[in-house]
């Protein structure tokens, strides 16, 4: 839910902005929100089976640490750190073309904010524009920060390997 519902009003508010209908948006909402926060959770227990073992706060110091790169305070999350770091590793690997569905997607969303803009509704314009600075984002702020988050991991194994070998 936390993953998914936001993924729902986002993607409900566009098609309420572009087609001006709220029973559309009310689908859009319930069908997204269900299966992009299934999706999620089932990406991310394949990408980190041992998350299922640890607590909510366990998970989230694991998380944190190597996120930023720190070193764990409790010796017995060093696996964990050393799974998460792996499965990051993974789910990047695993992702390496979505960098190209996403320039594909640009280019049709300029091509569709184009044709809005002159021949659509000015809602429409708005959503189709929005698309694109959302396209531009996603291909300039998160490979940057993909790689920011598995320098971290690199960085927050290290010390989790020698507390586990002492």
Not at 8 to 17: A, E, H, P, T
Not at 121 to 144: F, H, K
């Amino acid at each position: 839910m936390s993953v998914g519902l936001p993924v729902g009003i986002f993607f409900g508010s566009l098609v309420l902005v572009e087609s001006g209908s709220w029973a559309a948006a009310a689908v859009v909402l319930l069908v997204l929100t269900p299966f992009y926060g299934i999706r999620t959770a089932r990406r991310m227990s394949r990408a980190w089976p041992g998350a299922k073992d640890l607590t909510p706060a366990d998970r989230a110091a694991v998380v944190r640490a190597t996120r930023r790169g720190e070193g764990i305070d409790d010796a017995r999350l060093a696996p964990a750190v050393i799974d998460y770091s792996t499965g990051l590793r993974r789910a990047a690997e695993r992702d390496r073309l979505i960098p190209w569905v996403i320039l594909l997607v640009t280019v049709l969303a300029v091509a569709l904010a184009l044709y809005d803009t002159f021949r659509g509704s000015t809602g429409e314009a708005w959503a189709s524009w929005l698309l694109v600075a959302l396209c531009l984002a996603e291909l300039t702020w998160w490979p940057r920060k993909q790689a920011r988050i598995m320098a971290g991991a690199q960085r927050a194994e290290r010390p989790a390997r020698h507390a586990l070998h002492g």
